[in-house]
Structure formats: structure tokens, C-alpha cells
């Protein structure tokens, strides 16, 4: 099952405009990940952040989670119609259990 | 390194047929997952397996589905009989151990139709 949900569900902006998408989640966790899915593709693993952290970038990503509120947000910048995808977070539970959680997506389209 | 490797890349086939996914993850790599992705019900974990041994696979639907790994670079997921309702993506991921949990490595997935 779904860990929880991810808004919007589906984002339409311009070339070079940011994107933020949102995703929340229900148990306690050991970290969260981002994916990506470009169309009829498999998953990409974008960017990791662990449950003792706040905030972390990669190139023109940026994460941040707030353990207290069972979110976390993803904001790409400056963002290129080749980011067009489906997004995806996912989290990895304390429990010790391996699998991911994956939240519904968000569906990013970028105008060129 | 090839990546996770999955076959057949698309599947179609008659209810009440046996269909078997194969899967070959990367080299080194001691964890194995099969997901599958619907439109109704997203990414769900349905097994994962640890150098070999199933896990957890409180996600298999039910009888009809098995998964074996035979050894640390095969695997398959078996549907046997199969249902229109078994119509999805089915996604093997890969990932090294260690405790610091991180990233999957997917393969491009098999799209399975039911008809």
C-alpha cells in the first residue's frame, strides 16, 4: 500500500520556473528518497535524505523533510523541459525492513 | 555494469496462462526487490529477498503469485494462473548491503497484459 500522498498530483510550468512538489508520509522513518519516472520507463533514483536531517541539495535539487509533520518537499530550480517525469518520494522505515514505501507521484510537465 | 536486467520487457497473454518475469540484478548486490505499478494502486513492494531468501512477501496478492532466486544473479516472479486484474508494470530493483539503506537500482520494467 501507498505510504501517503504526494501534492500536487500533476504540475504544468514553464522552462526555467521552480517546481515544488510535497509528499507526506505515515510511520516513523529511516530515510526518504526521491525518484524519478520518465514515461514508460523504470525508476532513477534522484536524492536521499535521512531521518536526522532537515535539508539537502543536489545540483539543482533541493530536499528538506520535517519528521515532526511526516513531510518533505522536493523543489527543482531553474527547471528544463527534460525534467518532464513523474516523481516519486519513497521511504525506507526504522523497523529494518528494507522495501520501499512509495508515496501516488507527481506528474512535473515542463513547457518549453 | 549493465544494470538491473529484466525480461521480458512486455508480456501479453490469455487469462488462465502461466506467466514467468525474469530478473537479473547487478552484480554485487546482496537485496532484491519485485514491484509492481497499477494505475489504481501505484508502486507496491509485493517480495524482497536478502542473499537469496525471501524476506518479506506480505505483498504477493495471493496463491497465484510465486517468486523464486535460485541464485544471487536470477530471479522470477510466476503467476500462475493468470487474472485481466494482473495487468501492470512489474519492476525488479537491486541494492548492496549495508546498513545505511540506500538507493534502489530499477530495471525498466515488464508490462504484463492480461486479456
Known amino acids: 500500500s501507498q505510504q501517503g500522498e504526494e501534492d500536487p498530483q500533476a504540475l504544468s510550468i514553464q522552462e526555467g520556473e521552480n517546481a515544488t512538489m510535497n509528499c507526506s508520509y505515515k510511520?516513523?522513518?529511516?530515510?526518504l528518497q526521491w525518484y524519478r519516472q520518465n514515461s514508460g520507463r523504470g525508476l532513477v533514483h534522484l536524492i536521499l535524505?535521512?531521518?536526522?536531517?532537515r535539508e539537502k541539495h543536489s545540483g539543482r535539487l533541493r530536499v528538506t523533510l520535517d519528521t515532526s509533520k511526516k513531510s518533505s518537499s522536493l523543489l527543482i530550480t531553474a527547471s528544463r523541459a527534460a525534467d518532464t517525469a513523474s516523481y516519486f518520494c519513497?521511504?525506507?522505515?526504522?523497523?529494518?525492513?528494507?522495501?520501499?514505501?512509495f508515496g501516488s507521484g507527481t506528474r512535473l510537465q515542463v513547457q518549453p | 555494469d549493465a544494470g538491473v536486467i529484466q525480461s521480458p520487457r512486455h508480456e501479453v497473454t490469455e487469462m488462465g496462462q502461466e506467466v514467468t518475469l525474469r530478473c537479473k540484478p547487478i552484480?554485487?548486490?546482496?537485496?532484491l526487490f519485485w514491484y509492481r505499478q497499477t494505475m489504481m494502486r501505484g508502486l507496491e513492494l509485493l517480495i524482497y529477498?536478502?542473499?537469496?531468501?525471501?524476506?518479506?512477501d506480505s505483498g504477493m496478492p495471493e496463491d497465484r503469485f510465486s517468486a523464486k532466486m535460485p541464485n544471487a544473479s536470477f530471479s522470477t516472479l510466476k503467476i500462475q494462473p493468470s487474472e485481466p486484474r494482473d495487468s501492470a508494470v512489474y519492476f525488479c530493483?537491486?541494492?548492496?548491503?549495508?546498513?545505511?539503506?540506500?538507493?534502489?537500482?530499477f530495471g525498466p520494467g515488464t508490462r504484463l497484459t492480461v486479456l
Open positions: 519513497a521511504t525506507v522505515m526504522d523497523t529494518g525492513r528494507r522495501a520501499l514505501t
Open positions: 510511520t516513523s522513518i529511516n530515510n
Open positions: 535524505i535521512r531521518s536526522n536531517e
Open positions: 552484480s554485487g548486490h546482496d537485496y
Open positions: 529477498f536478502n542473499n537469496n531468501v525471501p524476506i518479506d
Open positions: 530493483a537491486s541494492n548492496p548491503a549495508g546498513a545505511s539503506y540506500n538507493e534502489q537500482f
